[in-house]
Protein backbone atom coordinates (compact mmCIF):
# COMPACT_ATOMS: atom_id res chain seq x y z
CA UNK A 1 0.00 0.00 0.00
CA UNK A 2 2.82 2.02 0.36
CA UNK A 3 2.75 5.17 -1.66
CA UNK A 4 -0.88 5.55 -3.12
CA UNK A 5 -2.30 8.13 -0.96
CA UNK A 6 -6.33 8.75 -0.26
CA UNK A 7 -7.64 11.28 1.53
CA UNK A 8 -9.32 12.15 3.76
CA UNK A 9 -9.57 8.55 5.66
CA UNK A 10 -12.97 9.32 6.86
CA UNK A 11 -15.85 11.07 5.74
CA UNK A 12 -19.30 12.21 6.74
CA UNK A 13 -21.78 14.13 4.85
CA UNK A 14 -25.41 14.70 5.46
CA UNK A 15 -27.93 13.41 2.60
CA UNK A 16 -27.54 15.83 -0.29
CA UNK A 17 -24.05 17.53 0.70
CA UNK A 18 -21.17 17.02 -1.83
CA UNK A 19 -18.02 14.40 -1.00
CA UNK A 20 -14.96 14.79 -2.51
CA UNK A 21 -12.22 11.94 -2.04
CA UNK A 22 -8.44 12.26 -3.27
CA UNK A 23 -6.24 10.03 -4.73
CA UNK A 24 -2.25 10.64 -5.25
CA UNK A 25 -1.14 7.82 -6.69
CA UNK A 26 2.30 6.51 -5.92
CA UNK A 27 5.34 8.40 -8.12
CA UNK A 28 5.89 7.67 -11.56
CA UNK A 29 2.40 5.89 -11.53
CA UNK A 30 -0.05 7.69 -14.50
CA UNK A 31 -2.85 4.81 -13.70
CA UNK A 32 -5.30 5.66 -11.62
CA UNK A 33 -8.31 3.00 -10.58
CA UNK A 34 -11.46 3.90 -8.32
CA UNK A 35 -13.28 1.08 -6.73
CA UNK A 36 -16.40 1.03 -4.60
CA UNK A 37 -16.77 -1.26 -1.23
CA UNK A 38 -19.74 -1.82 -0.21
CA UNK A 39 -21.07 -3.57 3.09
CA UNK A 40 -19.79 -7.15 2.94
CA UNK A 41 -18.84 -7.15 -0.77
CA UNK A 42 -16.15 -7.33 -2.85
CA UNK A 43 -14.78 -4.39 -4.61
CA UNK A 44 -16.59 -3.01 -7.64
CA UNK A 45 -14.75 -1.02 -10.34
CA UNK A 46 -15.91 2.08 -10.94
CA UNK A 47 -13.76 4.51 -13.11
CA UNK A 48 -10.01 3.93 -14.82
CA UNK A 49 -8.12 7.37 -15.39
CA UNK A 50 -5.09 8.60 -17.15
CA UNK A 51 -3.53 11.85 -16.48
CA UNK A 52 -6.38 14.49 -18.06
CA UNK A 53 -8.36 11.83 -19.30
CA UNK A 54 -11.21 8.65 -18.42
CA UNK A 55 -10.36 5.70 -20.23
CA UNK A 56 -13.50 3.96 -18.67
CA UNK A 57 -16.32 4.67 -16.76
CA UNK A 58 -18.36 1.73 -17.49
CA UNK A 59 -18.68 1.23 -13.59
CA UNK A 60 -19.64 4.82 -12.54
CA UNK A 61 -23.10 5.29 -11.99
CA UNK A 62 -24.57 7.64 -14.47
CA UNK A 63 -25.97 10.25 -12.50
CA UNK A 64 -23.80 12.61 -8.92
CA UNK A 65 -20.38 10.90 -9.77
CA UNK A 66 -17.63 12.09 -12.00
CA UNK A 67 -13.89 11.94 -11.73
CA UNK A 68 -11.01 13.39 -12.79
CA UNK A 69 -7.30 13.45 -12.91
CA UNK A 70 -5.72 16.42 -13.98
CA UNK A 71 -1.96 17.40 -15.28
CA UNK A 72 -1.19 18.10 -11.96
CA UNK A 73 -2.95 17.20 -8.62
CA UNK A 74 -4.54 14.08 -7.13
CA UNK A 75 -7.20 12.51 -8.88
CA UNK A 76 -10.21 13.77 -7.64
CA UNK A 77 -13.61 11.40 -7.29
CA UNK A 78 -16.91 13.95 -6.82
CA UNK A 79 -20.19 12.41 -5.52
CA UNK A 80 -22.73 15.05 -5.74
CA UNK A 81 -26.27 15.31 -3.39
CA UNK A 82 -24.74 12.22 -1.57
CA UNK A 83 -27.89 9.49 -0.47
CA UNK A 84 -27.40 7.24 2.32
CA UNK A 85 -26.71 4.44 -0.42
CA UNK A 86 -23.26 5.84 -1.02
CA UNK A 87 -21.88 4.88 2.18
CA UNK A 88 -19.28 2.50 1.30
CA UNK A 89 -15.39 2.55 1.48
CA UNK A 90 -13.65 3.94 -1.87
CA UNK A 91 -10.31 2.89 -2.92
CA UNK A 92 -8.12 4.20 -4.99
CA UNK A 93 -5.43 2.40 -6.72
CA UNK A 94 -2.81 2.99 -9.24
CA UNK A 95 -0.54 1.33 -11.62
CA UNK A 96 2.67 2.26 -13.77
CA UNK A 97 1.28 0.65 -16.97
CA UNK A 98 -1.62 -0.13 -18.34
CA UNK A 99 -2.85 -3.29 -17.71
CA UNK A 100 -3.79 -4.01 -14.14
CA UNK A 101 -1.39 -6.87 -13.21
CA UNK A 102 -0.40 -5.54 -10.18
CA UNK A 103 -2.24 -2.58 -9.28
CA UNK A 104 -1.79 -1.15 -5.67
CA UNK A 105 -4.38 0.20 -3.38
CA UNK A 106 -4.30 3.49 -0.93
CA UNK A 107 -6.02 2.45 2.36
CA UNK A 108 -9.20 3.63 1.15
CA UNK A 109 -12.04 6.91 2.44
CA UNK A 110 -14.88 5.62 4.43
CA UNK A 111 -17.71 7.51 3.01
CA UNK A 112 -21.00 7.54 6.02
CA UNK A 113 -23.59 9.27 4.79
CA UNK A 114 -26.12 10.64 7.52
CA UNK B 1 -24.54 -11.61 -12.24
CA UNK B 2 -21.49 -12.26 -10.05
CA UNK B 3 -18.70 -13.16 -12.43
CA UNK B 4 -15.77 -13.95 -9.69
CA UNK B 5 -17.21 -16.20 -6.89
CA UNK B 6 -15.37 -16.78 -3.47
CA UNK B 7 -18.04 -19.05 -1.71
CA UNK B 8 -16.87 -19.46 1.29
CA UNK B 9 -17.40 -16.27 3.26
CA UNK B 10 -14.67 -17.31 6.22
CA UNK B 11 -12.58 -20.44 7.42
CA UNK B 12 -10.42 -21.30 10.30
CA UNK B 13 -7.44 -22.56 9.93
CA UNK B 14 -4.86 -24.18 13.12
CA UNK B 15 -1.44 -22.43 12.73
CA UNK B 16 1.09 -24.59 10.98
CA UNK B 17 -1.61 -25.93 8.65
CA UNK B 18 -2.21 -25.34 5.28
CA UNK B 19 -4.85 -22.88 4.49
CA UNK B 20 -6.92 -23.64 0.89
CA UNK B 21 -9.18 -20.43 -0.13
CA UNK B 22 -11.14 -21.06 -3.34
CA UNK B 23 -12.21 -18.59 -6.04
CA UNK B 24 -14.59 -19.88 -8.79
CA UNK B 25 -15.27 -17.62 -11.86
CA UNK B 26 -17.99 -17.65 -14.99
CA UNK B 27 -16.25 -16.24 -17.87
CA UNK B 28 -13.61 -17.66 -19.83
CA UNK B 29 -12.20 -14.70 -21.22
CA UNK B 30 -10.62 -13.49 -17.97
CA UNK B 31 -6.66 -13.72 -18.41
CA UNK B 32 -5.22 -12.63 -15.74
CA UNK B 33 -5.98 -13.61 -11.68
CA UNK B 34 -4.74 -12.41 -8.84
CA UNK B 35 -5.33 -12.47 -4.94
CA UNK B 36 -4.99 -9.45 -2.48
CA UNK B 37 -4.77 -9.56 1.11
CA UNK B 38 -6.99 -7.22 3.11
CA UNK B 39 -6.63 -6.03 6.92
CA UNK B 40 -9.56 -4.24 8.65
CA UNK B 41 -9.29 -0.41 7.86
CA UNK B 42 -6.89 -0.93 5.10
CA UNK B 43 -6.39 -1.30 1.76
CA UNK B 44 -5.85 -4.71 -0.59
CA UNK B 45 -1.93 -5.39 -0.80
CA UNK B 46 -1.44 -7.78 -3.79
CA UNK B 47 0.05 -11.06 -3.03
CA UNK B 48 0.65 -13.44 -5.96
CA UNK B 49 -0.77 -13.69 -9.26
CA UNK B 50 -1.22 -16.27 -12.26
CA UNK B 51 -1.51 -15.86 -15.78
CA UNK B 52 -4.00 -17.79 -17.59
CA UNK B 53 -1.33 -19.88 -19.38
CA UNK B 54 -0.27 -21.13 -16.47
CA UNK B 55 -1.58 -23.45 -13.75
CA UNK B 56 0.54 -22.76 -11.10
CA UNK B 57 3.13 -20.02 -9.61
CA UNK B 58 4.53 -19.93 -6.12
CA UNK B 59 5.92 -17.60 -4.57
CA UNK B 60 7.37 -18.61 -0.82
CA UNK B 61 4.64 -19.78 1.87
CA UNK B 62 1.77 -18.77 -1.25
CA UNK B 63 1.06 -20.92 -4.13
CA UNK B 64 -1.90 -19.83 -6.47
CA UNK B 65 -3.45 -23.20 -8.42
CA UNK B 66 -5.42 -22.60 -11.66
CA UNK B 67 -7.59 -24.62 -13.09
CA UNK B 68 -9.16 -23.57 -16.51
CA UNK B 69 -11.27 -26.08 -17.42
CA UNK B 70 -13.00 -25.99 -13.95
CA UNK B 71 -12.78 -22.30 -14.28
CA UNK B 72 -11.12 -22.72 -10.38
CA UNK B 73 -8.80 -20.83 -8.77
CA UNK B 74 -7.06 -21.20 -5.23
CA UNK B 75 -4.69 -20.01 -3.23
CA UNK B 76 -2.61 -21.80 -0.78
CA UNK B 77 -0.77 -21.20 2.48
CA UNK B 78 1.97 -23.19 3.80
CA UNK B 79 2.91 -22.94 6.84
CA UNK B 80 -0.31 -20.72 8.24
CA UNK B 81 0.73 -18.05 10.36
CA UNK B 82 -1.69 -16.16 12.76
CA UNK B 83 -0.39 -12.84 10.71
CA UNK B 84 -1.85 -14.52 7.91
CA UNK B 85 -5.66 -13.32 9.09
CA UNK B 86 -7.26 -11.08 7.23
CA UNK B 87 -9.37 -11.72 4.72
CA UNK B 88 -8.64 -12.65 1.18
CA UNK B 89 -9.68 -11.24 -1.95
CA UNK B 90 -9.78 -13.05 -5.83
CA UNK B 91 -9.73 -10.95 -8.89
CA UNK B 92 -9.65 -11.28 -12.75
CA UNK B 93 -9.10 -9.15 -15.55
CA UNK B 94 -10.51 -9.16 -18.77
CA UNK B 95 -8.63 -9.21 -21.38
CA UNK B 96 -6.17 -7.25 -20.60
CA UNK B 97 -8.48 -4.84 -19.59
CA UNK B 98 -8.93 -1.45 -17.91
CA UNK B 99 -10.53 -3.10 -14.44
CA UNK B 100 -9.82 -5.90 -11.85
CA UNK B 101 -13.34 -8.08 -11.32
CA UNK B 102 -13.20 -9.22 -7.64
CA UNK B 103 -14.67 -12.26 -5.36
CA UNK B 104 -16.93 -11.36 -2.27
CA UNK B 105 -13.49 -12.16 -0.30
CA UNK B 106 -13.20 -15.31 2.48
CA UNK B 107 -12.38 -14.38 5.91
CA UNK B 108 -8.97 -16.34 7.06
CA UNK B 109 -8.62 -16.85 10.89
CA UNK B 110 -5.55 -18.72 11.63
CA UNK B 111 -5.81 -19.94 15.44
CA UNK B 112 -2.37 -20.30 17.36
Known amino acids: NAGVMQNPRHLVRRRGQEARLRCSPMKGHSHVYWYRQLPEEGLKFMVY????????ESGMPKERFSAEFPKEGPSILRIQQVVRGDSAAYFCASSPVRGNTEAFFGQGTRLTVV | DQQVKQNSPSLSVQEGRISILNCDYTNSMFDYFLWYKKYPAEGPTFLISISSIKDKNEDGRFTVFLNKSAKHLSLHIVPSQPGDSAVYFCAARLNAGNMLTFGGGTRLMVKP
Open chain 1, 49 to 56: LQKENIID
